[in-house]
């Protein structure tokens, strides 16, 4: 089936480490997101990348950072930089063309221990 | 400072009944909106889009509206299920953007027997 796997599902973080949250997609889309979810809120976008090797900054890109070497995958690693990194991430991926939507994964939540 | 979560908005209905969710967006220049239904420890998943030259959608048991003058969406739901109980996002993405989705706060929907 086509789709966005996100993994792990569950990640907890110990402080002062950093850790990657991977994202993989077999539906062929250029363009890949990440977005944050705080509870009871909606989706803040904190990096996306239109383009293998090439990526943008978001409205809350702080702390995070990402890579695109393949156009199927794109990790986002939170570093200890972050400093309240507790929140539900999710990835999406969509065409470059005005007329259609992102496709989500279903989620990592990241915790801290 | 500590994180809080925001209440989001709530309706209940009747199963059998029909719902109406709606949504005001922000930008003038946005030409593509999208309705995302989230369950629970879930991603955001795809129900209904409609562009800007349109004020009328229609799928399976969904309709959107779109008011561009008041800048609002709705999103109707007929003969609501309990399976439809869930938080609705609309988003919107403005025109010439790097389809950069800007979502509202969402709308908790419970379905009562």
């Known amino acids: 089936d086509g789709g966005i796997t996100q993994s792990p599902k569950y990640l907890f973080r110990k402080e002062g480490q950093n850790v990657t949250l991977s994202c993989e997609q077999n539906l062929n889309h250029d363009a890949m997101y990440w977005y944050r979810q705080d509870p009871g809120q909606g989706l803040r976008l904190i990096y996306y990348s239109q383009i293998v090797n090439d990526f943008q900054k978001g409205d809350i890109a702080e702390g995070y950072s990402v890579s695109r070497e393949k156009k199927e995958s794109f990790p986002l690693t939170v570093t200890s930089a972050q400093k309240n990194p507790t929140a539900f991430y999710l990835c999406?991926?969509?065409?470059?063309?005005?007329?259609?939507?992102?496709?989500f994964g279903d989620g990592t939540r990241l915790s801290i221990l | 400072g500590e994180n809080v979560g925001l209440h989001l908005p709530t309706l209940s209905v009747q199963e059998g009944d029909n719902s109406i969710i709606n949504c005001a967006y922000s930008n003038s220049a946005s030409d593509y909106f999208i309705w995302y239904k989230q369950e629970s420890g879930k991603g955001p998943q795809f129900i209904i889009d409609i562009r800007s030259n349109m004020d009328k959608r229609q799928g399976q048991r969904v309709t959107v509206l779109l008011n561009k003058t008041v800048k609002h969406l709705s999103l109707q739901i007929a003969a609501t299920q309990p399976g439809d109980s869930a938080v609705y996002f609309c988003a919107e993405v403005p025109s010439g953007s790097a389809r950069q989705l800007t979502f509202g706060s969402g709308t908790q929907l419970t379905v009562l027997p």
């Open positions: 999406a991926s969509g065409g470059t063309y005005s007329n259609q939507p992102q496709h």
